[in-house]
C-alpha cells in the first residue's frame, strides 16, 4: 500500500472525503460504488467495486467461446479495465485499461459497430495489429457493467452473424449478473 500523506478526519454523520486527486487518479465518479475491506492491524481498505468481477469465469469461458465462433478476438470489460480476454495476448490485454473511446460507449449505452473499413478505429490492441470493430454494453438491473468488444485486423468490419455473436454474449453476461 502506497502512503499519499492525506489526512481527513471523519465528520459527526460518520463520512470522510476522498481528495479530488485521489478520485481523478483512481478514476472514481460520483456514484461509483466501493467495497469496504477491514485489516486485522486496524486498516480500512476501499476498493471500487466490480459487478463483473464476480463473473471472471463466467467471463472467461464467454470470451474464449466468442473468439472460437466468430474467429476474432473478444474482450470482456468492467467500467475500468479488461478482465477476461479470449484470443492471443490475453496476460498483455488483461487488467489493462479501458479508453476514453470505450467509457463514452459505456455512457451512452449503445452499441458501437465499425461500419466501413476506412472508419476511424476507437481502440487498438497490439499497436495496429488489432482494432475494436464491436462494442456492447452488458446491462444488468438498469446499470452499465462493462462493455464485450471484438477486435479485427485494421481494414475489417464485423459480419451480421458476428454482430449477433457480440450481442448476444453480452446478453448472457448480463443475465448472469442478475441471477
Known sequence: MRATGVVRR?????????????????????????????????????????????????????????????????????????????????????????TG???????????????FPGEKNIYTHHGAQSAVVGVTPIISSGDCAGVVALLAEDGQTLTETQKKLLVLTATLLAGNLES
Open 10 to 98: 471523519i465528520d459527526d454523520l460518520g463520512r470522510i472525503v476522498i481528495p479530488k486527486e485521489i478520485r481523478r487518479t483512481m478514476r472514481m465518479k460520483e456514484g461509483d460504488p466501493l467495497e469496504i475491506f477491514t485489516e486485522h492491524s486496524g486498516e480500512i481498505v476501499l476498493k471500487k467495486y466490480s459487478m463483473m468481477a464476480q463473473l471472471s469465469n463466467f467471463s472467461r469461458s464467454y470470451a474464449d467461446s466468442l473468439y472460437k465462433v466468430s474467429g476474432l478476438c473478444c474482450a470482456v470489460c468492467d467500467t475500468d479495465s479488461v478482465v477476461a480476454f479470449g484470443g492471443p495476448g490475453r496476460k498483455e490485454a488483461l487488467g489493462s485499461p479501458i
Open 101 to 115: 473511446e470505450i467509457e463514452e460507449i459505456i455512457s451512452s449505452r449503445m452499441s458501437y459497430f465499425k461500419q
